[in-house]
């Protein structure tokens, strides 16, 4: 079997509900160097600013720990997250080298037990989102490959969502001299940890990559849909 190489949040697509196996197939085939593809620099930062801020509220002696940080047990430091080459796994029984940078890794207790969050910057809604089951495979992947690189017991999985609070009496209060600032409330969701959905989704990704033909695609696909007229326009 030739080698595949796939990051933890692209392996986690086979999980959705609107999955196209044809859009898998080429992205796959291509190593997912997708055409016209922007994704905007903005949330890497929040991201970055969340980390600092979750550090900071680590390491001050001063200010007592949120609610919110409570609620995820007795979080006692953190540790450095890998290079995204070094953190890494194989997975022989698929030929699947499995890699992915996760937001962070804190340290839970005397026992320095392991919890990787997700920072996700969004609305948070009691029956979360259709990407739900996309973030429970690539932080399950992420504690895999923890565990393989050495950096264990994980033994528990969140996604933190930063709700941005942008009601009227925030932006009264918030404004300032060089613009205005951006409050965010958070809501951790712990996520069950469980090895047989990423498991599934390898076979899965083995078993699309194997065709030497792309998959019929799902109905009603708009990707497909516009390839499919991208294709006839070169057509002439």
Not at 37 to 62: C, E, M, N, W
Not at 70 to 79: A, N, R, S, V
Not at 116 to 139: G, R
Not at 153 to 161: D, F, G, H
Request: hydrophobic share 40%; charged share 25%; net charge negative.
């Amino acid at each position: 079997m030739e080698r595949i190489k796939i990051s933890a949040k692209n392996l986690g697509q086979v999980a959705l509900d609107d999955f196209c196996p044809r859009c898998f197939w080429i992205k796959l085939k291509i190593n997912n160097r997708l055409p016209w593809q922007i994704f905007p620099g903005i949330f890497s930062s929040i991201d970055a600013y969340t980390k600092r801020i979750v550090h900071a509220l680590i390491d001050s002696r001063d200010n007592p720990k949120p609610l919110w940080l409570k609620g995820m047990g007795d979080i006692t430091g953190y540790l450095k997250v890998p290079h995204w080459s070094k953190f890494i796994a194989e997975i022989p029984s698929e030929n699947i080298i499995l890699s992915g940078v996760p937001d962070d890794l804190l340290l839970l207790g005397k026992e320095a037990n392991v919890i990787i969050p997700d920072y996700k910057t969004a609305k948070y809604t009691e029956t979360q989102d259709k990407l739900l089951p996309m973030y429970k495979v690539q932080l399950n992947s992420y504690a895999i490959i923890a565990d393989q690189r050495g950096i264990q017991p994980v033994t528990a999985l969140y996604l933190i969502y930063m709700e941005p609070i942008t009601d009227e009496t925030a932006a009264i209060h918030n404004l300032n001299e060089d613009g205005f600032s951006m409050g965010f409330k958070a809501f951790p969701v712990r996520i069950e940890k469980d090895s047989g959905i990423v498991n599934e989704a390898l076979e899965k990704t083995r078993e699309i990559y194997e065709l030497s033909k792309p998959p019929d695609p799902r109905e009603g696909c708009k990707d497909c849909e516009n390839m499919d007229a991208i294709s006839e326009l070169l057509k002439g």
